[in-house]
DNA sequence: TTAATTTGACCGCC
DNA sequence: GGCGGTCAAATTAA
């Protein structure tokens, strides 16, 4: 297999890259100024557009870190060229390795993908990353006591996306939502609308959320679709059903559980850690205490991840003492 | 009818 | 050889 390297990639695309992080970073931060001014108010004069604001941190935070998830610019281990490149071999019979292609009931050829830029999120709840999923498999672990589920983007074939993912229930107590993302999203469809603004203007107060900017790794880009294996954000961040197994059948149906604040919100578009906000304002409302903690495969424990406590981050704190700038560094490894 | 999920089989890697 | 990742036919759902 064929793997990029730093040279091969061109200089101008990495550079654009970056550019688009950085200026989303900057969005981000004037934003969060913008809300720092807005929290120094009083709380009746604040109105309804601190929800406005956060949210558009968040998908200003996460668009950048998408564009710096996508690895291409910095990272070397992602399979080069079109899908292709792989998948040609995998799905053409006579170029790929099966031994009997003959058969009509053939299944499980297929050439394993190498190392892949990997970037493991933990929640407690089925989070909304916005993609559209299809999943393609179920395995039960080797002493685990929840099957494995795996996903590949619903864009592989059409688009070529080579993103996948794994999502396991974790043994821990209480359980929580591991999902793995392999590889990062190619397809157009990562192309977001403006986030809509969530049906409540009320943080919650239990509601906890960890991000972890350390890793030069992020969460994908998100769209929401409404069909099948696409979650949506009312869905994951609402509902939470830790004691069941993480069948097909809970995630694409888990909206049976969710009780529907709004017409709209099943419409909204969404995305990885700004769901997790968007979330608590229906998720509160059972309870849920909905927390995600980032992680790539490069940080190793999550003891020394550094959290920022979204209800501290939201609630009360001064935004002066959050260093973007260096959080910006710490993202591009500069 | 179309698209997504299920599930057994296959294969690469350790 | 076993485990885990992927394929794809069969099944199910919209």
Not at 215 to 229: H, I, L, V
Request: net charge negative; aromatic share 8%.
């Amino acid at each position: 297999m064929e793997y990029c390297s730093s040279q091969a990639w061109p200089e101008a695309v990495r550079q654009s890259s970056v550019g688009r992080a950085k200026e989303e970073l900057i969005i981000g931060r004037d934003t969060m100024s913008e809300l720092q001014t807005l929290l120094r108010k009083a709380p009746g004069e604040r109105g309804s557009s601190e929800v406005d604001l956060t949210n558009k941190v968040l998908l200003a935070i996460d668009t950048a870190l998408s564009i710096l998830n996508s690895g291409d610019w910095k990272f070397c281990d992602v399979p080069v060229g079109s899908p292709s490149s792989v998948d040609q071999k995998m799905e053409d019979p006579a170029g790929g390795k099966r031994k009997n292609p003959v058969s009509k009931d053939r299944r499980g050829g297929y050439k394993r993908r190498k190392v892949a830029q990997t970037w493991t999120k933990l929640t407690a709840t089925q989070v909304d990353d916005g993609f559209a999923w299809r999943k393609y498999g179920q395995k039960e672990i080797l002493n685990a006591k929840h099957p494995r589920n795996y996903f590949r983007c619903t864009h592989k074939h059409d688009q070529g996306c080579q993103a996948t993912k794994q999502v396991q229930i974790t043994e821990e107590e209480p359980p929580m939502y591991r999902t793995i993302y392999m590889g990062h999203h190619t397809c157009r469809d990562t192309i977001r609308a403006p986030r809509l603004v969530s049906d409540s203007d009320s943080y919650p107060d239990d509601s906890t959320c960890l991000l972890n900017f350390q890793s030069s790794d992020a969460s994908p880009t998100t769209r929401k679709q409404g069909y099948g294996a696409f979650f949506t954000s009312s869905i994951s961040s609402a509902h939470v059903k830790p004691e069941s197994d993480l069948t097909a059948h809970n995630l694409s149906r888990s909206s049976e559980y969710i009780p529907v604040q709004s017409p709209d919100l099943t419409s909204f578009e969404s995305s990885g850690p700004s769901n997790m906000l968007a979330g608590t304002t229906s998720g509160s409302e059972y309870g849920d205490v909905i927390s995600g903690v980032y992680s790539s495969c490069n940080t190793a424990s999550s003891d020394d991840q550094q959290s920022l406590n979204m209800d501290d981050f939201f609630v009360g704190h001064d935004f002066e003492d959050f260093q973007f700038d260096e959080e910006l560094h710490q993202c591009m490894g500069t």
